[in-house]
């Protein structure tokens, strides 16, 4: 089961990261656009500034959610491995749940909460005139590979395959 999980992990990563790499092309594309209207045409393009800060925000959590799947959250991985090597484990089965709680209760069911009040309010973003529930998408479905990727970990570090095993 546990090498099951390991290819799908695998295979989510590498999707993520295909996902990752099209959006910073993109923000790159549309900041330069933006710098580019500013000063050669003289006026910037409106919806670039309201693109790009968009476009962090789904770079940044959905980052956030692949750090956490490859082990690699600075934050949480780092403290772990500095305990003493017979408490690493219990530390690590810890942090998981705490992550996969906070994953579930603020990214993925706040998320979901947030979606459904801005799609409801009928909120648009001024420049590009979306709608905000699909840009507040981004709290859930990183949440939600959160929670996918925290399970695995929990699972491989329960089975004795995890780093302070």
């Known amino acids: 089961m546990v090498e099951l999980l390991a290819k799908g992990k ?3 990563t590498a999707a993520l990261d295909l996902m990752l790499i099209c959006a910073v092309a993109l923000l790159v594309f549309d900041v330069v656009w933006g710098v580019f ?3 050669v045409v003289g006026e910037q393009a409106k919806w670039t500034e309201e693109l790009a800060r968009f476009l962090l925000i789904w770079v940044a959590l959905l980052g956030g959610a692949v750090a956490f ?4 959250h600075l ?8 305990f003493h090597p017979d408490l690493r484990k219990p530390m690590e089965v810890l942090v998981h749940l705490v992550v996969l709680f906070f994953a579930a ?3 993925l069911y706040g998320g979901c909460r947030v979606v459904s009040d801005a ?13 905000m529930g699909h840009v507040y998408l981004a709290l859930p479905v990183s949440g939600l590979f959160m929670v996918l990727y925290t399970v695995e970990n929990l699972v491989e570090t329960l089975s004795g395959r995890g780093e302070g095993a």
Request: aromatic content about 14%; proline content about 3%.
């Open 69 to 72: 799947g490859t082990k690699g």
């Open 10 to 12: 695998k295979g989510m």
């Open 37 to 39: 209207t500013r000063y």
């Open 75 to 82: 934050g949480v991985d780092y403290f772990v491995g500095k």
């Open 105 to 107: 209760a603020v990214f």
């Open 119 to 131: 799609l409801a309010m009928e909120q648009t973003t001024p420049a590009l005139g979306w709608k």
